[in-house]
């Protein structure tokens, strides 16, 4: 199917990701606006999002991101991408109210929430799932560009196991158009600010190994990014390398958000299904790439954790036997 032939009668439409927007989100988001504001000039297209990280720079018309919500539009048709609508923040009563509502996604743990509903695990990331959906010859660089930081940023350039052959091969078509695809995944989704490599550092200096040195968990408290003066954004990839210590199966990164509140992201090698762990807490994600949001001390968080990843690193143990 082609997106256009769902939209192709809206005279509005809006678009909208998930809180604390990601690559992948934000990839999809803008390469899906850019696409429809291309094909329906006469159509009015809004994209509501939290302010992504400056990073995203690079994508054309990130100006145009809302972050203001209005309290009484309609929306014809109203996209979710790479999430259900819980987790579209104060976008959600907007979703809600659009005549026609499209959830596209590739998370496993989502189920749907619109009237048309396009989730397909295998795909490697939303983006590759909205490539799919485009005709290749209305796609110009600026949206290849969008697509190819989306796909970068879930596949973690490409060395994830959610990469398939397919993956390559939308990447190889993208590359085809004239951006620097190098820089890109460059200043996106290498290069780190100074205080970004100081938070990092600490970060994997007071990690813990734990149970057999198999499982690596670090936590970061509101006091030390108030130290740093850094947020949520600024502690992208401290879970990546957490996992790429030797002998580790699982890598688990907190950070604080509130009383007694952590975001959590998790990591595996393969061993353990970090997303069936993260359902387990009403969160969500890939087999190797996983988070939820948890209430508790961190300790206890850790205990409850441990005791879902310690059940599947059994189960593998016993299957290598």
Same mark, same amino acid.
């Given at each position: ?35 429809? =504001?291309?094909?329906?000039?006469? !159509? ?14 690079? $994508? ?5 991101? *809302? ?11 109203? +996209? ?17 109210? !659009? ?14 929430? &619109? ?14 799932? $909205? ?61 780190? =600010? ?15 190994? +734990?149970? &057999? ?17 850094? &947020? ?25 958000? &509130? =009383? ?15 997303? !069936?762990?993260?359902?387990?807490? #009403? #969160?969500?994600?890939?087999? *190797?790439?996983? #988070? ?30």
């Amino acid at each position: 199917m082609r997106i256009i032939d769902e939209v192709r009668n809206a005279k509005t439409i809006a678009i909208s990701g998930h809180v604390r927007p990601d690559g992948d989100c934000v990839g999809s988001v803008m390469g899906l606006y850019l696409y429809l =504001t291309k094909e329906l000039p006469q !159509a009015q297209i809004d994209v509501y999002l939290e302010q992504p990280s400056a990073i995203y720079g690079c $994508i054309s018309h990130m100006e145009d991101i *809302r972050s203001d919500i209005p309290a009484d539009k309609v929306y014809d048709v109203y +996209f979710a991408l790479d999430c259900n609508d819980e987790r579209l923040g104060g976008a959600l009563e907007l979703y809600q109210k !659009a005549a026609k509502r499209i959830n596209i996604d590739h998370h496993i743990s989502n189920t749907g929430c &619109g009237d048309l509903n396009i989730i397909e695990p295998q795909r490697s990331s939303t983006s590759e799932l $909205i490539y799919d959906l485009m005709d290749p010859a209305k796609i110009d660089a600026e949206i290849a560009k969008a697509i190819y930081l989306g796909i970068v940023h879930d596949t973690g350039v490409f060395k994830y196991s959610n990469t398939s052959p397919h993956t390559l091969q939308v990447a190889a078509q993208l590359i085809q158009y004239e951006f620097d695809f190098s820089e890109l995944v460059e200043k996106t989704f290498y290069e780190k =600010t100074y205080v970004q490599t100081q938070i990092m550092g600490r970060a994997v200096l007071e990690s813990m190994r +734990f149970m &057999g040195d198999k499982c690596i968990v670090s936590v970061v408290s509101r006091r030390m990014m108030e130290f740093y003066q850094v &947020g949520p954004k600024d502690l992208d990839g401290i879970v990546n390398q957490l996992l790429a210590v030797s002998g580790v199966e699982c890598a688990i990164f907190m950070y604080e958000t &509130g =009383t007694l509140e952590y975001k959590v992201s998790m990591r595996s090698k393969g061993k353990v299904d970090v997303a !069936a762990v993260a359902v387990k807490f #009403g #969160g969500g994600g890939h087999v *190797r790439a996983a #988070g939820c949001t948890m209430n508790g001390t961190y300790h206890d968080n850790i205990n409850n954790l441990s005791v879902e990843i310690e059940e599947q690193l059994e189960k593998a143990a016993e299957q290598q036997e």
